[in-house]
Every structure is written in C-alpha cells, then in structure tokens.
T-cell receptor, first 116, second 110 residues
Framework: GAVVSQHPSWVICKSGTSVKIECRSL??????MFWYRQFPKQSLMLMAT?????????EQGVEKDKFLINHASLTLSTLTVTSAHPEDSSFYIC????????????FGPGTRLTVL | KQEVTQIPAALSVPEGENLVLNCSFT??????LQWFRQDPGKGLTSLLL?????REQTSGRLNASLDKSSGRSTLYIAASQPGDSATYLC?????????FGTGTSLTVIP
C-alpha cells in the first residue's frame, strides 16, 4: 500500500522558536495533503488542506500565519509552526490523498511536538 | 502491531434505515478510539471520540460503543439520510501512534 512518512517523529523546542514538520508520500504522487492535530484527550482535528502548487486552505480557528504550509511538490508538504508556544504542543499528523474518485487517504505516523 | 479492520467495506441502504458499522482491533491497549467521516477529496471530520475508560458516546443520530476486551467498536447511525453518504473510518490511538481502519463506504439511497 501507499506509504506516507513524517519527520521528525518527535521534537522538543523552546518557546518562540519555529519548527518544521515534513510529510512525504514515498511511492505515489499526492495532489492533496491534509494536516491534522490532536490535543490530549481530544479528537484528531483537521487543520488545513494542502494542494500542490497552491495556497493551503485552513479550517476555521487555525491561524494561517502561525502554521505555514508549503506543498511545493507532489511528494512533499511541510508544516512550519512559527513562534511556537507551549499551547502548540500537540500531536501533528498528515495524510496524503491518492488521486481518484474515492480519494483514499494514507496517514503518516505523526509528529509529537512539545514546546517548553 | 495493532491492526484495525472495518466491516463491511461497503454498505448501501435505503433512506430511513438504521445501520451499524463495525470496527475491530487486535491490541486492546488503546488510549482511545475515534470515528471519522470522509467525503471525497476532503479531510476527515471527527464524529465521536471514546476514551479507553468509556463504553459509548452519542452525538445526535450517532452512537458509538467500545468494548476494549473484545477489541470491537460499533458506530450506530439512526434514521439514515442521503447526506450520510460518505466513507466512515475508525482509528485507535495507542503507543503514541494512530492506527486507521480501511473504512466503510456508505451509500444512503433516497
């Protein structure tokens, strides 16, 4: 099956710094990638939809200037958490959508971000 | 390694029927189980979250149950509507990782 990787798997950073998370589709081209986050004891929630070569579409309540998404190629999307704060500590997971009618999504293993 | 299976893979029902979607998992050591809805080309929409200490959750016409000991969860949809047509995914969280099921594609016929 299609494989999606994320890097890093976990990261600890100081408050005020920026962190970049990469999401790669390893054996297929993904025209669309999705970014999700999950706070402790809460549901996984969609943050944004990223289409290759165009600006990402953010869900309500997600700050686009804080969570920068770049989908520069059909196999790579990046999420940069700018000026991170402790409340940004969360589990971030991406998925890549296979082109086609069903739009099946394949999920990365996730990145655990802890902001001190 | 955790494995999550959903049955059936596809389901077609007439409008108004009640239906049950099934999710099974092999490792009962989970933090929680979540049910999602996926529409074509869209991101997942969270429907229900059941913590490992809970047995069920309800939201409107949706009811999800969790039996950790048997590794099963069901999503019950009452009085189905054409707008419920979508793919439904379950996912378990454990070991700092998510494990997604393969999904059930639901079609509700007007």
């Amino acid at each position: 099956g299609a494989v999606v990787s994320q890097h890093p798997s976990w990261v600890i950073c100081k408050s005020g710094t920026s962190v970049k998370i990469e999401c790669r589709s390893l054996d297929f081209q993904a025209t669309t990638m999705f970014w999700y986050r999950q706070f402790p004891k809460q549901s996984l929630m969609l943050m944004a939809t990223s289409n290759e070569g165009s600006k990402a579409t953010y869900e309500q309540g997600v700050e686009k200037d804080k969570f920068l998404i770049n989908h520069a190629s059909l196999t790579l999307s990046t999420l940069t958490v700018t000026s991170a704060h402790p409340e940004d500590s969360s589990f971030y997971i991406c998925s890549a959508s296979v082109p086609g009618l069903l739009g099946e999504q394949f999920f990365g293993p996730g990145t655990r971000l802890t902001v001190l | 390694k955790q494995e999550v299976t959903q049955i059936p893979a596809a389901l077609s029902v007439p409008e108004g029927e009640n239906l049950v979607l099934n999710c099974s998992f092999t490792d009962s050591a989970i933090y929680n189980l979540q049910w999602f809805r996926q529409d074509p080309g869209k991101g997942l929409t969270s429907l229900l979250l059941i913590q490992s200490s809970q047995r069920e959750q309800t939201s409107g016409r949706l009811n999800a149950s969790l039996d950790k000991s048997s590794g099963r969860s069901t999503l019950y949809i009452a009085a189905s509507q054409p707008g419920d047509s979508a793919t439904y995914l379950c996912a378990v969280e454990g070991g700092n990782q998510f494990y997604f099921g393969t999904g059930t594609s639901l079609t509700v016929i007007p």
